[in-house]
């Protein structure tokens, strides 16, 4: 008996092609096929934009994942440069995984996320100058204002946690995050589809700041917890 092709599983659709991904793989062959060295200049933007077909946005994006890489730097009025030799099989190296759940992603990668985002907010007590602290609080601000507009934040809370590593002065902690930003990711897409995912967390985003700006390490240390510590609880309860 032939099976009926209404039984027969949906073929799934092919996903969207990332063009920040593709212009970041274009110019890592370009930097290995061009043989440039550490303090060359890379072609301008406007010349990337003509030479890939695609917007100022699209290679923005991926020269800010250079960046967060350590691998380039861009000088005002004066350019993009090379810091260190890149390929297209090296710039790509994310740390990730694909388990069959959400729920064991997100508790996975939280016990990850709980030793670097612990650590960062004491580094950031400790080292943080008067412009980080500014920085710092206007993504606070925007983070609550949205907060209080839609219920939720997604891209705001990342923003203010990268202003927080940036803080730290060590660009180890945001390359890490730039390797593992697929699994971290997904903490700021509402999992679940639930927009109250972790709102019980907001409140200590706050006094997460006042630690850093009070220069206590030991505090900041416990208002992450804190955070995080919301943050499991709403896996366990959601994916319940």
Do not use: C
Request: charged content about 25%.
């Amino acid at each position: 008996m032939k099976a009926n092709h209404l039984d027969r599983p949906a073929i799934a659709p092919l996903p969207a092609i990332d063009r920040a991904r593709q212009v970041t793989e274009a110019l890592a062959s370009y930097v290995q096929r061009a043989s440039l060295k550490a303090g060359d200049r890379l072609p301008a933007e406007r010349e990337l934009m003509t030479a890939l077909a695609v917007g100022r946005s699209t290679i923005r994006e991926a020269i800010s994942h250079f960046q967060a890489l350590g691998v380039i730097e861009t000088r005002k009025g004066s350019g993009t440069y090379l810091l260190k030799p890149v390929s297209s099989a090296t710039i790509h190296m994310p740390l990730s995984f694909d388990p069959v759940h959400l729920r064991d992603a997100l508790l996975q990668t939280l016990e990850v996320r709980r030793g670097i985002e612990v650590e960062a907010g004491m580094v950031a007590a400790r080292k943080r100058t008067a412009e980080d602290l500014v920085i710092i609080e206007a993504k606070l601000v925007e983070m609550e204002r949205v907060q209080i507009l839609k219920g939720a934040a997604g891209p705001e809370d990342l923003a203010f946690h990268l202003a927080v590593y940036d803080a730290t002065h060590n660009p180890l902690f945001k390359q890490l995050l730039e390797q593992m930003r697929e699994a971290f990711e997904r903490f700021w897409t509402h999992p679940f589809d639930r927009l109250d995912f972790a709102r019980r967390s907001f409140p200590f985003h706050r006094t997460l700041f006042n630690a850093i700006v009070a220069g206590h390490p030991e505090a900041a240390r416990l208002e992450t917890l804190k955070i995080l510590e919301i943050v499991e609880e709403d896996i366990k309860d959601m994916s319940q």
